[in-house]
């Protein structure tokens, strides 16, 4: 299952990383089969956030380590060294810049984004 990842390099520069959670055959709700399960990822908090249409926020880090689910709309994500990317519905975005300069998120088109976010230890 792949996801974006968003980290940051010695001097604060946040970067992104095209990664994927591996996944093992497990039994995860016996009686029922067997099925793909990641290894867990001890989580501190969950929340829901919207994003309005048109939102677009100045350059800044991460609030948090987390892993955000996109729900519905699509954004756009640039990096501080200047890659940009699009998360759409379905997409997962993994972000680790929390000390340095951050990066830039604004939503495309005239849907509002709607993300499950889990903030991490």
């Given at each position: 299952m792949e996801y974006l990842y968003l980290?940051?390099?010695a001097d604060g520069v946040s970067?992104?990383?095209d990664k994927a959670f591996q996944l093992s055959l497990a039994d995860f709700a016996p009686p029922a089969?067997?099925?793909?399960?990641?290894?867990?990822?001890?989580?501190?908090r969950f929340v829901l956030v919207t994003l309005p249409a048109g939102w677009g926020g100045a350059k800044h880090p991460s609030p948090r380590r987390q892993i955000a689910f996109c729900l519905s709309g699509s954004l756009e994500v640039k990096a501080g060294d200047g890659d940009v990317r699009q998360i759409t519905s379905g997409g997962i975005?993994?972000?680790?810049?929390?000390?340095g300069s951050g990066h830039t998120t604004h939503v495309v088109g005239s849907e509002n984004v709607n993300l499950?976010?889990?903030q991490l230890d």
């Open positions: 980290t940051e390099d970067y992104f990383k089969p067997a099925i793909y399960l990641s290894d867990p990822i001890k989580a501190e975005w993994h972000m680790e810049d929390v000390n499950a976010i889990v």
